[in-house]
T-cell receptor, first 113, second 111 residues
Framework: GENVEQHPSTLSVQEGDSAVIKCTYS??????FPWYKQELGKGPQLIID?????GEKKDQRIAVTLNKTAKHFSLHITETQPEDSAVYFC????????????FGTGTRLKVLA | EPEVTQTPSHQVTQMGQEVILRCVPI?????FYWYRQILGQKVEFLVS????????KSEIFDDQFSVERPDGSNFTLKIRSTKLEDSAMYFC?????????FGQGTRLTVV
């Protein structure tokens, strides 16, 4: 069935360093890939997304890359700050139909000051 | 900024009792969802709702679950007879366009 794998499950980086989180999806029909940040006690908040017709998208310190052939997509956070500490979820969706999300298992990012 | 709001933030219920989780989606959105997240696990799709009917449901969404949009603003998830394994964070979401917006969640604890 549909599945999204996400690695690593935890990631600790020094403030100012970069963080990379990787996801692999199984359904080749997936064409929309959002990334959500979840802080303690809050719901997931969209931080960046990418559609299958592009290979990379950047928004300030955050970038996402997509390799459709390999069915991989990755989140890159540069110049990390303590406030980047949270759980990050990737998701895959098919935009014809219900747009339901298949989420990855989450990555707990800790940025050490 | 518009947001999805959920009430209550935390619900404790006895096993076998019925619970209703409430959500107010973003006002101009037409697509509504419930997801759940068991502690320490991934967020899982439960059900999608459009045009006053279920458009898709997962295998988790069995006969104990139902959804309703009783008026123009609320979207509810009912669990008829709760089980211990229903304990989880339940997220409501709504969408209009590409982006799906999530509420802050209701933590359901079944004791």
């Amino acid at each position: 069935g549909e599945n999204v794998e996400q690695h690593p499950s935890t990631l600790s980086v020094q403030e100012g360093d970069s963080a990379v989180i990787k996801c692999t999806y199984s359904d080749s029909a997936s064409n929309y890939f959002p990334w959500y940040k979840q802080e303690l006690g809050k719901g997931p908040q969209l931080i960046i997304d990418i559609r299958s017709n592009v290979g990379e998208k950047k928004d300030q310190r955050i970038a996402v890359t997509l390799n459709k052939t390999a069915k991989h997509f990755s989140l890159h956070i540069t110049e990390t700050q303590p406030e980047d500490s949270a759980v990050y979820f990737c998701a895959a969706s098919i935009t014809s139909g219900t747009y339901k999300y298949i989420f990855g298992t989450g990555t707990r990012l800790k940025v050490l000051a | 900024e518009p947001e999805v709001t959920q009430t209550p933030s935390h619900q404790v219920t006895q096993m076998g009792q019925e619970v209703i989780l409430r959500c107010v989606p973003i006002s101009n959105h037409l697509y509504f969802y419930w997801y759940r997240q068991i502690l320490g696990q991934k967020v899982e799709f439960l059900v999608s709702f459009y045009n006053n009917e279920i458009s898709e449901k997962s295998e988790i969404f069995d006969d104990q679950f139902s959804v309703e949009r009783p008026d123009g603003s609320n979207f509810t998830l009912k669990i008829r007879s709760t089980k211990l394994e229903d304990s989880a964070m339940y997220f409501c979401a709504s969408r209009q366009g590409w982006e799906t917006f999530f509420g802050q969640g209701t933590r359901l604890t079944v004791v």
